[in-house]
C-alpha cells in the first residue's frame, strides 16, 4: 500500500488539539509516537475494528492508543466512506491524520 | 459475586448479536420481548454448561427481568449501534460483528444457541412467547411453573466457570477491541472526532505542540 517513500507529514483532528490529554500521554505522543509515524506509519500500527474501522492505531502506553488515518491508504482502499474528511480533496497522499486517542481501556 | 469487566463486555455482545440475529424474524422488537429471548437464550446455555449471558434475571411483572440488561440495552442505543424504537440495529452493528468474525467461529457453539432461540421465539407474538415462558416447568422438582413462581424470585445467574463445561473464549485484544465499541464513554469520543473532521479545518503540528 506503500507509495510515498519520504517522510510523512501529520496534520491533526481539532477534536485532538481539544482533547484533554494528561501531560505524559500528550509527551510521549509528541516526542515518540509522531516521529514513528512520520518515518513509516505502517509500522507497528493495525486497524481499528467495528465502528473504528478505516482508522489505524498505536498503543501510547498500556491503557491508551491514538487514532490516526493515512491519507493514501485511506484513498487506496476507499475509506473515505468511514472517514469523511472535509478537506480531503485538498490533503496530499503523504499526509496522516491524526484523530483522537481513547484514553483508560479498562481491560 | 460482582459481575467482572469481561463479562460484562461479552454480555453487551451477545446480547447485540441476539438482537441483529433476530431482526429478519421480528420487526417490532419490544423490550418485553428482548429480555425473554434473552432469558431463554442464557437458560439454554445454562442447560448445557455453557458459560456466556451472565445476566441476573428474576420473576417480575411479565416473567423472567434483569435489569442489568435493561442497562446495556440503554448502553447500546447510547453508543447509537442500536436504534429506538424496537432496537434496530444501525449499520454499525453490522460492522461490529463482520470484524470479529474470527471471535464467533471460535464461540459457535454460542451463537447457534443463539440463532436456535431466535428461529424458534423471535418470530412469535409477545403474548404467545410469555403464554410459553409462564409454562415452563420451575424449580428444582420440576413441580411449579415460571408463571406460579413468587415475584422477585432470583431465576437466572452468572454460571460459576468451574461448573462450565465451556466457557466462551476471548482474546484480551479483541476485549479491548470491543470495549472501545460498546461503551459510550469510548464511541463518544470516536463520534466527536469524526464529526470535527467532517467540519474543522485540519490543524498543523506547530498549532497543536507549539
Known sequence: ????????????????????????????????????????????????????RGKRYKWINRFDRLFFVICEECRGLNHQRYNLCRECEDTSDNKIIVAFVILGHKY | MAKSYKEKIIDRFLTLYLITDSTSRTTHLLETKL???????????????????????????????SFELRQDLSRLVETKIVEEPY?????????????????????????????????????????????FIYSMPWGRMRDRTVGSVSQ?????????????????????????????????????????????LKTGRLLEHEEVFG
Not at chain 1, 23 to 39: H, S, T
Not at chain 2, 126 to 131: A, F, I, Q, R, T
Not at chain 2, 166 to 195: C, G, K, S, W
Open chain 1, 1 to 52: 500500500m506503500r507509495k510515498y517513500l519520504g517522510r510523512y507529514v501529520p496534520e491533526y483532528s481539532p477534536h485532538f488539539k481539544k482533547q484533554k490529554l494528561p501531560p505524559d500521554v500528550l509527551e510521549r505522543v509528541e516526542n515518540n509516537l509522531i516521529p514513528d509515524l512520520i518515518a513509516d506509519p505502517y509500522h507497528n500500527t493495525e486497524f481499528g475494528k467495528g465502528r473504528y
Open chain 2, 35 to 65: 429480555q425473554k429471548l434473552v432469558f431463554l437464550a442464557e437458560k439454554d446455555m445454562i442447560n448445557n454448561s455453557l458459560k456466556g449471558f451472565n445476566y441476573y434475571f428474576m420473576k417480575f411483572y411479565h416473567g423472567p427481568f
Open chain 2, 87 to 131: 432496537f434496530r440495529p444501525a449499520r454499525e452493528a453490522m460492522m461490529i460483528i463482520e470484524d470479529f468474525k474470527e471471535m464467533l467461529n471460535r464461540n459457535h457453539v454460542f451463537f447457534e444457541t443463539i440463532h436456535n432461540i431466535n428461529e424458534r421465539y423471535a418470530s412469535l407474538q409477545l403474548d404467545s412467547l410469555l403464554e
Open chain 2, 152 to 196: 422477585r424470585t432470583p431465576m437466572l445467574y452468572p454460571m460459576k466457570p468451574e461448573k462450565a463445561r465451556m466457557i466462551f473464549q476471548v482474546t484480551e485484544e479483541e476485549l479491548r477491541d470491543l470495549e472501545i465499541n460498546l461503551d459510550p464513554q469510548y464511541t463518544q469520543v470516536l463520534e466527536e472526532a469524526m464529526n470535527s
